[in-house]
């Protein structure tokens, strides 16, 4: 055999084995972050949507007059 021909190492093999494990676990933890981060982003969205179409008697009820829940309405999906 000639020397692009030869197998690898074991242990060459078990250390880039290791690499591609530590890699796909942090590649699963980055979606799941980015998953979490959505999924919060549409609930705000949707909450001051929501907050929004209240009328002034149910603001009242929370506490809220029409400009803070305009002030809230007003943020960015992003915004926390």
């Known amino acids: 055999m000639g020397p692009q021909q030869m197998p690898a190492p074991r242990f060459l093999v078990r ?3 290791a690499a591609a494990a530590r890699a796909a676990a ?3 933890a980055w979606w799941l972050r980015g998953g979490d981060t959505f999924l919060t982003w549409l ?8 907050l929004g179409s209240l009328s002034d008697h ?16 007003g943020k960015r999906f992003w915004e926390g």
Do not use: C, V
Request: hydrophobic residues 35%.
């Open 15 to 17: 250390r880039h084995a």
């Open 26 to 28: 942090a590649l699963a």
């Open 43 to 50: 609930e705000r969205y949707r909450q001051r949507r929501a």
């Open 58 to 73: 149910m603001l009242k009820d929370l506490g809220l007059s029409r400009s803070d829940a305009g002030r809230e309405t």
